[in-house]
């Protein structure tokens, strides 16, 4: 038997509750709870999907991950090191060890820079050394952009290249881990396909811990090789992928199964199959 892999991310007891606003000043004080004593153990090199409808969570654990949120109660280590609670400045090695990707490259890529900008920006917002330009180039062509993509701007792409785009520079202070926040969502099915085949290929290429946030359990199904579910501010159901979504534990995950359109396997495997090198024809502006 192999060594257990170790966990790259632990949270424990982690609850978030946010203050609504009051209407007077004689109205009583009260809270959303958005986590309610949520504990996960994401181990390092994994692909972890959590997932869940919109409202259950899913995102405002993506946040404490990455350190942006901070909980009312509970602790979260990142390699054994606690961040919660943390100042910025005891942040700087978690700002290059986790990037994140967005749901929507429009808006997370500045429209005002060109793609070198975009992509070296990291590299110099946290200190990292070595050749810049180099460093770009490599990342260009690990996302399946061409040379000449770096002169240009946002706005001459289409949604998947710009994804791409987003990709690459998430990957450029040389990160540990990726958290990506519903990253194919807002694109076509046929370009969803291709960026999810695209992110495992880096995930593995680049040895990287990848938490993928999605509402859709298809999406989690094909890339992730554990799923957390969750509902209401809770974890209803973790485990192996395959156990998840093969033997269901709880009725909630069975409802969201049955109730979400599904993206099967063979499609993907179908568009990576054609996908060739030729990744710079997409069409799909979105």
């Known amino acids: 038997m192999g060594r257990p892999m170790t966990a790259l991310f632990r949270g424990v007891g982690i609850t978030r509750r946010f203050r609504l606003p009051r209407r007077s000043l004689l109205e009583p004080v ?11 153990e994401i181990p390092t090199g994994a692909k972890f999907g959590v997932v ?5 969570g899913k995102s405002t654990l993506a946040r404490i991950l990455l350190a942006l949120d901070q909980p009312t109660e509970g602790e979260v280590y990142f390699d054994g090191r ?31 820079m060109r793609v070198f900008e ?14 810049e330009r180099g460093r770009v180039l490599e990342l260009l062509d690990a996302v399946g952009l061409s040379t000449a993509s770096m002169d240009r701007y946002p706005h001459q792409f289409s949604g998947g290249q710009r994804q791409r785009i987003a990709i690459a520079r998430a990957l450029a202070p040389h990160p540990r881990a990726i958290i990506a926040d519903e990253p194919v969502s807002a694109l076509d099915v046929s370009v969803r396909a291709q960026i999810l085949n695209l992110l495992q290929d880096l995930v ?14 298809s999406v989690i199904r094909y890339l992730c090789d554990y799923t957390a579910v969750m509902y209401n501010g809770e974890i209803v159901e973790s485990g192996p992928s395959e156990r998840v979504h093969e033997n269901p534990t709880q009725d909630y995950t069975r409802r969201l199964l049955a109730a979400i359109p599904t993206m099967d396997g063979s499609l993907l495997e179908r568009v990576r199959a054609v996908e060739g090198d030729d990744r710079e024809g997409e069409h799909d502006e979105t």
């Open 30 to 40: 009260e809270s959303l709870t958005a986590l309610d004593n949520v504990s996960i």
């Open 52 to 56: 869940g409808e919109s409202g259950s």
């Open 82 to 112: 606690i961040i919660s609670g943390a100042s910025p400045g005891e942040l700087g090695d978690l700002r290059r060890d986790v990037q994140v990707v967005l749901q929507d490259p429009r808006s997370s890529l500045n429209p005002r």
């Open 118 to 131: 975009i992509i070296a920006e990291p590299l110099r917002s946290l200190g990292v050394a070595g050749d």
């Open 204 to 217: 593995r290429d680049f040895g990287l811990t990848l938490v993928m946030v999605s509402h859709d359990l």
